[in-house]
């Protein structure tokens, strides 16, 4: 199975940018679908960025012109760049795979929780005012 590690998580001030890395073994990422989630404490676990079955990148609608999604096949590597960042961005961040199998995603499915089977162990991004 896939395994991801992520990193470039940090603190830093509103306004900052960072850029997380998550860095994929044991398989191609291009045989998976990606994607970020984000966790705060005492909230549920929330869809941040993904892919859809055409490529095109997804985000949730408090992110969307803020994060960029991005991958690097070669380097097996998924990144999320994060700019003007809010303290409400203070959080866990997670990456995520499924294995495609031939199966279409929504961009929906590709912000669900439940529609991805490996995970990491995330990094953490705190943001003050």
């Known amino acids: 199975q896939v395994q991801l590690v992520e990193s470039g998580g940090g603190s830093v001030q509103a306004g900052g940018s960072l850029r997380l890395s998550c860095a994929a073994s044991?398989?191609?990422?291009?045989?998976?679908?990606m994607g970020w989630f984000r966790q705060a404490p005492g909230k549920e676990r929330e869809g941040v960025a993904g892919f859809d079955s055409d490529g095109w990148s997804v985000y949730t609608a408090s992110v969307q012109g803020r994060f960029t999604i991005s991958k690097d096949n070669a380097k097996n590597t998924l990144y999320l760049q994060l700019n003007s960042l809010k303290p409400e961005d203070t959080a866990m961040y997670y990456c995520a795979a499924d294995l495609r199998g031939g199966r279409s995603r929504s961009g929906i499915q590709a912000l669900s929780v439940r529609t991805y089977r490996y995970w990491g162990q995330g990094t953490q991004v705190t943001v003050s005012s």
């Open positions: 044991g398989y191609p990422i291009s045989n998976y679908y």
